[in-house]
């Protein structure tokens, strides 16, 4: 996969470290010191896919991933954070980021992470005649096969081929906890590389459109240490 990569770190050793690791693995790399200049330098160079630290003097991560996103620029963004707070990664996904790793972390993952955003980007919408079946409602929503959209009390709610697609396996697999490893096996196949985190992101994205509060789901429910399991009626799920 021939692939673009801009990283924005303010470390000199950790862009230094990416640029001479990617560049090995064929990826052509570029880098900016901080992320006040980040919306020029995507005038001057479209790269496939963002790297950018959430924590810089100047303009931060989220303030440059925010303006981004309100500018309607969809690129891809893989956060880079040295904090573990939780409410920092839930931000950096509400703000449009496609994925976030901590630091330390090893650079194959980051590579293993981008490939997989991008295939996901990449993937084209089945061609198939739309599906001959009845809406599934649930809730407020109603969810159409044959145009492929969600509809609450009457108004249609905008998705993404790839939101629809995990929704559809969740409608489709009622009351079930679903492992992640299985939800990336119906959405991408078998023998598919990628990563847990990246159905965690889209789960995230789903939940957004779904729920009233994300962070307390009714329909897409959290199993600990298990996966997920759509839950129609909205109840509160027991493992």
């Known amino acids: ?24 693995e064929g990826i052509e790399v570029s ?17 496939d896919l963002i790297v950018l630290d959430q924590m810089m003097p100047g303009t931060d991560g989220l303030t440059a991933l925010s303006r981004l996103r309100a500018a309607g620029d969809d690129i891809p963004v893989i ?56 809406p599934f409602s649930f809730g407020r929503f109603t969810l159409d096969f044959r145009s492929r959209t969600l509809l ?15 929704l559809k396996i969740f409608v489709n697999h009622p009351m079930r906890t679903l492992a992640r490893e299985r939800l990336l096996e119906l959405l991408h196949g ?7 985190r990246g159905i965690d992101v889209q789960v995230w994205r789903l939940r957004r459109i779904l729920e009233v509060n994300p962070s307390t789901p009714r329909f897409i429910q959290t199993v600990r240490s298990r996966g997920y399991v759509f839950v129609p009626d909205g109840e509160q799920h027991a493992a």
Do not use: W
């Open 1 to 24: 996969m021939s692939m673009q990569i801009l990283v924005v770190d303010d470390d000199f050793e950790l862009r230094e470290l990416l640029r001479t690791f990617l560049k090995r």
């Open 31 to 47: 880098v900016l010191h901080d992320a006040t200049s980040l919306t020029h330098r995507l005038e001057l160079e479209r790269p």
């Open 79 to 134: 956060m880079l954070t040295a904090r573990t707070d939780d409410v920092d990664r839930i931000i950096g996904l509400e703000l449009g980021a496609d994925d976030y790793l901590g630091k330390p972390f090893n650079p194959r993952e980051l590579l293993a992470r981008a490939k997989a955003i991008l295939r996901r980007r990449n993937a084209q919408p089945s061609a198939a005649a739309p599906e001959q079946r009845e």
């Open 152 to 166: 609450r009390e009457a108004g249609e709610l905008p998705l993404s081929p790839g939101e629809f697609a995990l």
């Open 190 to 196: 078998p023998g598919e590389q990628h990563t847990d």
